[in-house]
Nanobody, 120 residues
Framework: QVRVAESGGGLVQAGGSLRLSCTIS????????IGWYRQAPGKQRELVAA???????KYIDSVKGRFTISRDNAKNTVFLQMNSLKPEDTAIYYC??????????????WGQGTQVTVSS
């Protein structure tokens, strides 16, 4: 059974930083591509960043230069370092495994997510 646990969210002022963590069990973590997604109130869930098993990364334009995705295969964990946060980054952040850069519609199961709130 695949289990996903996101953590690290919180309330931060604009310009601040947060580091999100996502631990995934029940899969061969090191073989899997991983993505971070987010869903803001009233909006569809969207891909934010993704990393392949070979550590190739991609980002949506709005977070390029501010967010960094990384992974620690020994800990079955993927991270999202978020710097220079903006109010528009406010959302629930989720991660998922198994498809590089896929839209959120690809997945049928999600973890509980972690709330990120950026105040202006």
């Amino acid at each position: 059974q695949v289990r996903v646990a996101e953590s690290g969210g919180g309330l931060v002022q604009a310009g601040g930083s947060l580091r999100l963590s996502c631990t995934i069990s029940g899969i061969t973590f090191s073989w899997n591509d991983i993505g971070w997604y987010r869903q803001a109130p009233g909006k569809q869930r969207e891909l934010v960043a993704a990393i392949t098993a070979g550590r190739i990364t991609k980002y949506i334009d709005s977070v390029k230069g501010r967010f960094t995705i990384s992974r620690d295969n020994a800990k079955n964990t993927v991270f999202l370092q978020m710097n220079s946060l903006k109010p528009e980054d406010t959302a629930i952040y989720y991660c998922n495994a198994g498809c590089y850069g896929c839209s959120a519609d690809f997945f049928t199961s999600w973890g509980q997510g972690t709330q990120v709130t950026v105040s202006s």
